[in-house]
């Protein structure tokens, strides 16, 4: 899904029709989508988020194999200190693919998944939680008409949807399949 996330950037990216890009992933993990980014839109710059110091350590390694260092801006910092820290509309894109898995599944995981660290598969009692804190706050960081792209667990697109509904902030919201044919994307527009 993460891929699909990548492509669905890229391709919402070449509309911009500007000269430059500025993009915040939030949650960046290994930097898997920031280098992505940084790679195909060659007139990006962009901005890696995350909590865990252990996680952007492997972000900027990954970084610097790919030459890469020079267009992503590393960031250590809790998401919701993130957001209360910024006051400009600096981004034209948003992406992120938060811990989404409820608590009380997080036991139940494949074996290969649990041993990711928690942190980054833990979503909160409902699995919501990031989504309640991101969507709220992106706006205010998102340029006029800038975009939101955040991936999802795949039973949540109608709390996800009501998130939306609470904020009004966004307009044009789409919800995207994955190959399987389940909603685990979504892309929004900040409004005009």
Known sequence: ETELLVEQVLNKAKLFGKDFLNILDLGTGSGNIAISLAKFLSNSQVTAMDVSSQALKLSEDNARFHSLHDKIN???QDMAD???SQEKKL???????PPYIARSKLNSLPEDVRREPRIALDGGEDGLDFYKLIIPEAV?????EGFLFLE???D????????FKECDCYQNIE???DYCGRDRMIIA???G
Do not use: P
């Open 152 to 154: 999802i667990g795949e």
């Open 74 to 76: 590393f960031v250590h």
């Open 91 to 97: 981004f034209d894109i948003i992406v992120s693919n």
């Open 156 to 163: 949540q697109q109608r709390d996800i949807e009501n998130i």
């Open 82 to 84: 993130y957001f209360k």
């Open 140 to 144: 205010r960081l998102l340029k006029r």
């Open 189 to 191: 527009q900040a409004k």
């Open 175 to 177: 919800f995207l399949k």
